[in-house]
Every structure is written in structure tokens, then in C-alpha cells.
């Protein structure tokens, strides 16, 4: 069952990507948002520790209990998976709404002055002419100094616009939903090309060390910290564990960090459209034998290191194919962390960006088994870091378009 929370900050908040970083050595951290879902998982598994260890502290609980409870810092107990964290407003409605960063393959034009409708990218079937050209502009997207591809080996690949370019920034479920499957209208106002969302704000804020002794004590340092408008917060969803082990508490975020409130999301407050297109309720059974399908990040995903130009493993189903045709996708922040449990720090590790994009060509086997593969697609493991997407990574829409009209697929009218 899914369980759905909210994390309401208190004060203003300081998230970091975990790379090392020692007052003194460093004077300035630019902070990190949303936080990494190795920062989220932490908060999340901490405080179920708190409430099962009651007066006596999580210090009194040992290592294998810890394990039994919440299963390691690299492996979570069976069946349970964490997805968040997604920024999210409240609407009229009273629903917190989610915003996720925008799927590149969601342009505008350059000349945009905030009324034009965006447009989803088409690749195109390119000739031997155009082919290196076009690959060479479309590389100014992609991740660097992350390894790629041959294009040459795709049957398709992406023939840059003159006139248009990714939209990026932010964009609210109810656009997702109208990105995706059509549904609805896009909302201008429900958007933006900024780094963050329209609700989050940045604040300098200074600080000094307390490191016991150690050189970096009582430096002074400067950190970017994010401070949430009132009626929004972060969303998070624990699967596969009783709700009541988490919410209806105010914790601190971290060992330094500030206090924030964490709720259950009533049924009220619930905003359905994200949940719906996560588990990809809206892709077709019976799909044709030609589709496009974008695979497009919401949360960071671990570059493999091993020359691909995607974060993927093994994408296939008995007869069925998924080519790859179209990659618009950049770096994102290298991720680190500390290991509690270990005592030390995790490796500092590159990822691809939220928003990155990748089109596939679905073709071959049946129309059951296309199915089958793209549903596996949204909600089966399918990176090759399998138990870090139960921490959070990889989160991922699907969405498949046909390629005669660059529109959704919507089986209904093909189906009746």
C-alpha cells in the first residue's frame, strides 16, 4: 500500500548534495534543492528508529535491530520503497499539488513571451547527410563529461529546432498530466523556467562550526538555505510500512539541520495525478507495433560509468525492442552522503539530472507483451542500481506517443 506524507518545514532549511565539505577549507556552500533522496530516505528511516526506540534513543537500539526495523543504509527492508521528495502547493481545491522538474522533451519557443503553449520534441528519421550535424548540436544537451552513445548505431535521432529549446525549470502535475496524456490544458501560470518552484525562495545564511575541537571549529562559513511559502511542503510516500511509524511529529532534518512537521496526507489534501502517472495507469495494454516512448527522470539517477548514455539496464521483453531514437539529457549534482551506520561517508558519485529525457522506439513481439514491457517501464526496477531506486533515484515518468501525431497515445480511440 502506498502512504502517502508531508514534510512542512518549520524554518528555513539546508539541503546538500553530501559532497565533503569542511568549514575553513570551504567558506561557501550553494545548498541543494530539492533535497537528495539519500537526504529524504534519512529523515524518513530515522524517525520510524525515534518512535520504536521511545525514550531510550536510537542509540540504544542495536545494529540488528536497526536492520530489522529499517533495514540497512543500502538496502531497505522487503517490500518497502520510499518515493519523494516532490515540492508541492496547495491549490483551491485544498490539494497539495505536486511540481516536478519539467521533461526535457517539452520545448518552447525561444521567442517565448509566456502566453505561446509549449510542444513536446519529435525525433526524425535523419538522413547521412544531416546526421553528424544535427548529433553535434544535440551533444550541447547532453551530460558532459558523462560518456555516450554512438548515434551513428540509432534508427533514430534528434534533429535539433532552430526556433525552440527545452523548457526546463518546473512545472505542476495538472501540466505533467496535460504533457502526458493530454488531459486537461496547459497552465501558464502553473509553470516555470526557474531553477526552482515558484513557491520555494532562496536565503544567504551564515554559520559557525561546531566540530568539538576539531581545525574546522568555530569557522565561519555561508551556505544557501530554501525556505518554503506557507502552504506548500515536501511530499513523500513510504510503501510496504505502517504510516504511524513516521508522521504526526516535528523532527530536525539531520544532525544539524531545523525542525519540520511531518503528516499524513489526508484524503483531502491528496492530488491524484502524479501518484496515477508513477504507477503508469495511463499507458496503453495493447500498444501498436510502432510507438515512442520518453523514459523522462524526476529524481536523480546514477550514471553507470560504463560508456552507455543512459542510467538503463536490460530493456527488453522476449520479442520486444526498445531502441533508443533521442537523448535529451545533462549532468546532475554529484551525490554523496554519510553512512550513519557505517560511520563514514558514501562515495561522491555522478548522476543524470531530474528532467533528463531518453526516446525509445517500442516495436516487435506482441501487442500483449508491449504492454507488459512498457508498465514495467514506470514500476519495475529498470536502472542498474535496482535497490537504489527503492531509496528514491530513478523516479521516472513514462509517456508514449504516437509517432504519426507526436500527440499522447490514447488506446480508447484506437480501441474504442
Not at 560508456?307 to 520479442?319: K, R, V, Y
Request: charged content about 20%; overall charge neutral; hydrophobic content about 40%.
Amino acid at each position: 500500500m502506498d502512504n502517502w506524507f508531508k514534510v512542512e518545514p518549520i524554518d528555513t532549511t539546508w539541503y546538500r548534495s553530501g559532497k565533503p565539505f569542511v568549514a575553513g577549507e570551504n567558506s561557501f556552500d550553494g545548498g541543494l534543492f530539492p533535497p537528495t533522496p539519500w537526504s529524504f530516505q534519512g529523515l524518513i528511516r530515522s524517525q520510524i528508529l525515534r518512535k520504536r526506540a521511545g525514550a531510550r534513543g536510537i542509540d540504544a537500539l542495536g545494529p540488528k535491530q536497526i536492520a530489522a526495523t529499517v533495514g540497512t543504509s543500502s538496502r531497505l527492508p522487503a517490500g518497502w520503497a520510499i518515493m519523494g521528495p516532490f515540492p508541492a502547493l496547495r491549490n483551491r481545491a485544498g490539494e497539495l499539488e505536486p511540481w516536478v522538474p519539467a521533461p526535457r522533451f517539452l520545448w518552447v519557443d525561444r521567442r517565448d513571451t509566456g502566453r505561446e503553449v509549449p510542444h513536446r520534441a519529435t525525433p526524425k528519421a535523419l538522413t547521412a547527410s544531416t546526421q553528424a550535424a544535427s548529433w553535434e548540436e544535440e551533444c550541447d544537451l547532453l551530460a558532459k563529461p558523462l560518456p555516450r552513445g554512438n548515434p551513428r548505431s540509432f534508427p533514430w535521432a534528434w534533429v535539433p529546432e532552430s526556433n525552440a529549446e527545452p523548457h526546463q525549470g518546473w512545472i505542476s502535475a495538472s501540466n505533467l498530466d496535460w504533457l502526458v496524456r493530454e488531459k486537461g490544458d496547459w497552465r501558464q501560470e502553473k509553470s516555470t523556467r526557474d531553477s526552482l518552484p515558484p513557491f520555494v525562495l532562496e536565503e544567504e545564511r551564515y554559520g559557525i562550526a561546531i566540530e568539538g575541537g576539531k581545525a574546522a571549529d568555530q569557522m565561519l562559513f555561508m551556505g544557501i538555505h530554501h525556505r518554503l511559502k506557507r502552504g506548500s511542503a515536501l511530499l513523500g510516500c513510504l510503501h510496504g510500512a505502517p504510516l504511524d511509524q513516521l508522521v504526526d511529529s516535528v523532527v530536525a532534518t539531520g544532525k544539524k539541520g531545523r525542525l519540520v512537521g511531518l503528516r499524513a496526507l489526508s484524503s483531502a489534501e491528496q492530488h491524484n495525478v502524479l501518484p496515477s502517472l508513477l504507477r503508469g495507469d495511463h499507458l496503453p495494454a495493447l500498444p501498436p507495433d510502432e510507438l515512442l516512448v520518453w523514459v523522462s527522470l524526476l529524481t536523480p539517477a546514477f550514471a553507470t560509468g560504463t560508456g552507455n548514455c543512459h542510467p538503463f539496464g536490460s530493456l527488453t521483453l522476449d520479442d520486444v525492442r526498445l531502441d533508443l531514437c533521442a537523448v535529451l539529457a545533462s549532468a546532475g549534482p554529484e551525490i554523496g552522503g554519510f553512512d550513519h551506520a557505517a560511520g563514514g561517508g558514501r562515495p561522491v558519485r555522478a548522476t543524470w539530472a531530474p528532467g533528463s529525457s531518453w526516446g525509445f522506439r517500442l516495436h516487435g513481439g506482441s501487442r500483449e507483451q508491449r504492454g507488459i514491457l512498457l508498465k514495467q517501464l514506470a514500476s519495475n526496477p529498470i536502472t542498474t542500481h535496482p535497490e537504489e531506486e527503492r531509496f528514491g533515484f530513478a523516479q521516472r515518468i513514462v509517456t508514449a506517443i504516437d509517432p504519426t501525431t507526436n500527440a499522447p497515445y490514447k488506446e480508447e480511440e484506437h480501441h474504442g
